[in-house]
């Protein structure tokens, strides 16, 4: 008899809605991979309460004792500081990464170019506001992979406009709350500014609210990064002009494809790369049916 599949997903942060959508994902692959193989595929997601690097590798530790199939990994800080990873693949148990780079393809990968998304992102704001004027961009968890290279990218993009410059705006460390107060900060501290860019899903949400409070929607313009349901109502509204997005139901079942292929002693490949949306208010509404 079949034994029963088991795949644990480990978000950066628990209660966070872009990680619902990567369960969301992950729960109609093993759904599928059920059916097809006639067994139960279960797909759980163990996250750390906040983000950090040693929370989340002790997040990491409890689960090698469960034995899982398969566990996909979103890593707070680079591969080399996730020692608990290694302990889990000398296990022989298959890990991924979503939504991080493995600098070194020792691991296999599963999400989109974050320093395209980052430029994509700084491009488009540069050109709404005439690339002139003062541009905030609000980082995500700093030693995130993925946030990190948006941030660079973002900066490097915006540096090549000598009339734009360039203020802090914020750390929000993928907490909503935390991005709605630096935004605030922020606005009190530059009433003139132009633009706001930010490095992860939480920086848009905190910052949508932090705009309304303040009454400068349509005076900042916002481009920001992913498409989950409080960033596509967001653009709807105009508060936020459009956004570069991944696409994490997409990563959510590839994640638990590559490591079903990975348990069966199959050679996955080193990176999937999941694609880059842009939303605006002309396609906003596809988006938000998608969503269901």
């Given at each position: 008899?079949?034994?029963?599949?088991?795949f644990?997903?480990?978000?950066?942060?628990?209660?966070?809605?872009?990680?619902?959508?990567?369960?969301?994902?992950?729960?109609?692959?093993?759904?599928?991979?059920g059916?097809?193989?006639?067994i139960?595929?279960?797909?759980?997601?163990?996250?750390?309460?906040?983000?950090?690097?040693?929370?989340?590798?002790?997040?990491?530790?409890?689960?090698?004792?469960l034995?899982?199939?398969?566990?996909a990994?979103?890593?707070?800080?680079?591969i080399?500081?996730?020692?608990?990873?290694?302990?889990?693949?000398?296990?022989?148990?298959?890990?991924?990464?979503?939504?991080?780079?493995?600098?070194?393809?020792?691991?296999?990968?599963?999400?989109?170019?974050?320093?395209?998304?980052?430029?994509?992102?700084?491009?488009?704001?540069?050109?709404?506001?005439?690339?002139?004027?003062?541009?905030?961009?609000?980082?995500?968890?700093?030693?995130?992979?993925?946030?990190?290279?948006?941030?660079?990218?973002?900066?490097?993009?915006?540096?090549?406009?000598?009339?734009?410059?360039?203020?802090?705006?914020?750390?929000?460390?993928?907490?909503?709350?935390?991005?709605?107060?630096q935004?605030?900060?922020?606005?009190?501290?530059?009433?003139?500014?132009?633009?706001?860019?930010?490095?992860d899903?939480?920086?848009?949400?905190?910052?949508a609210?932090?705009?309304?409070?303040?009454?400068?929607?349509?005076?900042?313009?916002?481009?920001?990064?992913?498409?989950?349901?409080?960033?596509?109502?967001?653009?709807?509204?105009?508060?936020?002009?459009?956004?570069?997005?991944?696409?994490?139901?997409?990563?959510?079942?590839?994640?638990?494809?590559?490591?079903?292929?990975?348990?069966?002693?199959?050679?996955?490949?080193?990176?999937?790369?999941?694609?880059?949306?842009?939303?605006?208010?002309?396609?906003?509404?596809?988006?938000?049916?998608?969503?269901?």
């Amino acid at each position: 008899m079949l034994k029963t599949l088991r795949f644990v997903i480990v978000p950066k942060v628990a209660n966070h809605p872009w990680f619902n959508e990567i369960h969301q994902g992950a729960l109609a692959q093993a759904k599928l991979l059920g059916r097809e193989l006639g067994i139960e595929v279960l797909v759980e997601s163990i996250a750390p309460t906040i983000c950090d690097v040693t929370e989340q590798n002790a997040v990491l530790d409890e689960i090698l004792k469960l034995e899982p199939t398969g566990v996909a990994v979103d890593p707070v800080d680079a591969i080399t500081h996730m020692t608990a990873i290694n302990r889990i693949r000398a296990k022989g148990i298959p890990v991924v990464l979503f939504d991080s780079p493995s600098p070194d393809h020792s691991i296999p990968s599963i999400g989109n170019n974050f320093e395209e998304q980052g430029e994509i992102a700084a491009e488009r704001l540069a050109k709404l506001i005439g690339y002139a004027g003062k541009v905030a961009v609000m980082q995500g968890f700093p030693l995130a992979p993925n946030h990190q290279a948006r941030y660079e990218a973002q900066l490097a993009i915006l540096s090549k406009y000598p009339e734009i410059y360039v203020v802090d705006g914020g750390v929000d460390n993928d907490e909503i709350d935390t991005a709605y107060q630096q935004c605030c900060a922020t606005l009190e501290l530059h009433p003139d500014l132009r633009g706001y860019l930010c490095c992860d899903a939480s920086g848009p949400i905190g910052i949508a609210k932090a705009l309304k409070k303040s009454a400068k929607v349509g005076r900042v313009s916002v481009v920001s990064m992913d498409g989950i349901k409080p960033i596509l109502d967001a653009i709807k509204e105009g508060v936020i002009e459009s956004s570069s997005a991944t696409k994490p139901r997409m990563q959510g079942s590839m994640s638990i494809l590559m490591l079903w292929q990975a348990s069966l002693g199959v050679q996955i490949p080193q990176l999937i790369d999941t694609g880059i949306d842009v939303i605006t208010q002309d396609n906003v509404d596809q988006y938000l049916s998608e969503l269901g």
